[in-house]
């Protein structure tokens, strides 16, 4: 069974982590003495309770807490882009409770092993605080350790949703938390549980689908994968609430079109659609929410105390920490002071700023002394803070060192992304009955913007924050995919734009779609194919007897007018590094199984 092999792979992991760990976990605290790159902050008092692993976490935390001075409090608050901090010593100074690598954040060179020690250097800054409290490093790994060359990357989430499959998706959450966990990373900005209506919006391929009982339990178990497994990963249900629901040019940011926008729904409607995913995955143990930029009722979503703290803290009985998206406070239209106290009293938790943290610290210490933030609001989020630092056994286990770095891009976790990806293949159109194809078909001709580009198959967030359009990464392309299937006798011609001299071959196979983006950038108010592909997929068409057209996007696009000319068209979203996975459904090997996560037009 697929999850049984998933999760055996991630019982080597955990047996390795016990053999290695175990001992010292019986003693409650690490000191370093492994690694040569981590010198691991020894801790100062051993006899304080909260480094005690025995005791309680909510008791833990209460000691730690009345062990916390004012300063120390408030440095909890800020999540900082990691370029943006002045000095190392700053982290220690302030006691900076986050730092995150937004897309594209990555250290030089950019290898698994650079980004070990880059967050290994930021987290010994942290416990080298008079407290010894970790920070705690969130990326957006949304697709895979996807920041992160060498990492398995799963198809997005729209392709996800597509594969309908609960167990599938809670094992590509396991080994993402693993992948994580071997880079020195325990908090991902992920699972996207927005429930998106109109496939303009540049962040559906982020999106299980528009079908909110199908983002719950998908979403749910994405969750439960990533934070459950050995690996101690916290997850980021995103972006509460309403995103998605944006009418079109509405956004407050002049270069995008619904991304940031305005929700066109009332209150009925996010609590029937856009709610349901987001308690499911609390009652499943969310550690942290994040709010989306966007507006409601003439609010931002981060100035609401209604969402913020009666309904997600108070109705939903949220545990975990909230925490605003880039910038997202700047979006009160206030003075700097004044959005700080607006959100933090609506119920902001830590603050992604991302850069300046010296004047957020000082807004918020002169917001604590005049009473504008209660000192009482300010426990509450420390303590929600540390409850999942605590979670995610951060002041328990000594961080990754090299050594670990042992499964990431492994050929076992390829297997369940390739798994992954012939789940997400969703046929539109086969009136020549062109599927399965043969592996003995005598002559393939195959051409397209997104036949031989693994950036094009892997779309946004994949180590840039926009894009790598091309072969720049290690991966397996459509074209590699289907020269390792066919056999030895099979002809195949490959032309970027279709010019084939003088054919007919038996299939001609056209690999097009979309070329990456994020977020508003790909805000796109029709989204179709260029002039470009469709005069490709037209030279395939008369180079060939049958035509099979492959479309790679991160969401459906209008083809309607072209359907009719063509035999075959299968969707395969943005499926990531592992193409093998659409080759073995076309030649046969696995059944078509996916279908539509969202309409297409
Ligand atoms: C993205 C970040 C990115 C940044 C670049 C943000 O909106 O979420 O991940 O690095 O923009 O300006
Ligand atoms: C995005 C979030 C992301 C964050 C950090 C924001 O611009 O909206 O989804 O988690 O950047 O990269």
Not at 145 to 168: Q, Y
Not at 211 to 230: F, H, K, R, W
Not at 235 to 248: A, N, S, V
Not at 379 to 404: C, E, G, H, M, Y
């Amino acid at each position: 069974m697929k999850f049984r092999t998933c999760f055996q792979s991630i019982l080597t992991v955990l047996i390795f982590f016990s053999l290695v760990f175990g001992g010292g976990l019986l003693f409650g605290f690490y000191k370093n003495g492994r690694d040569d790159d981590y010198s691991f902050a020894e801790y100062k008092n051993k006899d304080w309770a909260y480094l005690n692993v025995s005791i309680p976490v909510e008791q833990r935390v209460d000691d730690l807490l009345s062990r916390m001075t004012l300063q120390e409090k408030i440095g909890q608050l800020a999540l900082v882009e990691k370029n943006s901090i002045l000095k190392l010593s700053d982290i220690t100074t302030y006691g900076i409770g986050g730092v995150l690598s937004g897309g594209g954040g990555k250290p030089k060179p950019n290898t698994p092993q650079a980004w070990l020690t880059m967050v290994n250097t930021f987290q010994n800054a942290a416990r080298n605080s008079r407290l010894a409290i970790p920070l705690i490093y969130g990326v957006d790994a949304i697709h895979g350790n996807a920041n992160v060359p060498g990492a398995t990357i799963f198809p997005h989430n729209i392709g996800l949703g597509a594969t309908h499959d609960a167990d599938v998706i809670r094992c590509i959450g396991e080994i993402t938390a693993t992948e994580m966990a071997e880079t020195g990373i325990y908090w991902n900005f992920s699972p996207n549980l927005d429930v998106p209506q109109d496939t303009r919006w540049g962040r559906i391929y982020e999106t299980f689908g528009s079908d909110s009982t199908v983002v719950s339990t998908l979403g749910t178990a994405y969750l439960e994968g990533l934070q459950s497994g050995d690996s101690h990963v916290i997850g980021t249900i995103k972006h509460y609430i309403g995103t998605g629901t944006m009418g079109w040019e509405t956004s407050s940011n002049p270069d995008f079109s619904l991304d940031q926008g305005v929700t066109v729904v009332d209150e009925a409607t996010l609590r029937a659609i856009h709610l349901p995913p987001f308690a499911a995955a609390i009652r499943a143990g969310a550690m942290s929410v994040m709010v989306g930029h966007i507006r409601w009722n003439d609010v931002e979503l981060v100035a609401s105390h209604y969402w913020l703290t009666d309904v997600l803290k108070k109705e939903l009985n949220f545990q975990g920490f909230v925490v605003s998206d880039w910038g997202g406070i700047d979006e009160i239209s206030g003075s700097a002071y004044n959005n700080v106290v607006t959100a933090v009293n609506a119920g902001i938790d830590m603050i992604m700023l991302p850069y300046d943290y010296q004047s957020f610290i000082q807004n918020i210490q002169n917001a604590v002394i005049s009473g504008d933030i209660k000192q009482e609001r300010l426990d509450d989020a420390v303590r929600r803070i540390l409850r999942a630092k605590f979670s995610a056994q951060l002041f328990d286990t000594i961080p990754s060192n090299s050594n670990d770095i042992k499964t990431l891009g492994s050929a076992e976790h390829k297997l369940v992304a390739r798994e992954a990806v012939r789940k997400s293949l969703v046929l539109l159109q086969d009136t020549a009955h062109v599927i399965p194809l043969s592996k003995t078909t005598p002559h393939i001709v195959i051409a397209g913007s997104a036949a031989d580009n693994i950036g094009r198959q892997s779309g946004g967030w994949t180590v840039e924050w926009q894009d790598i359009d091309g072969n720049e990464l290690p991966g397996t392309t459509v074209l590699n995919a289907l020269r390792e299937a066919v056999s030895k006798e099979t002809v195949i011609e490959y032309s970027l734009n279709g010019y084939f001299s003088n054919t007919r071959a038996d299939i001609g196979i056209a690999v097009v779609g979309e070329s990456p983006y994020a977020e508003g950038w790909g805000d796109n108010a029709h989204p179709s194919l260029t002039t470009e592909d469709l005069e490709t997929i037209a030279r395939v068409k008369s180079a060939s007897k049958k035509l099979l057209v492959i479309i790679i996007s991160g969401r459906p696009l209008d083809i309607s007018s072209s359907l009719l000319s063509w035999d075959a068209v299968l969707a395969a979203w943005l499926p990531g590094t592992e193409a093998s996975g659409i080759t073995d459904v076309l030649f046969g090997d696995y059944p078509l199984t996916g279908t539509l996560p969202i309409a297409w037009p």
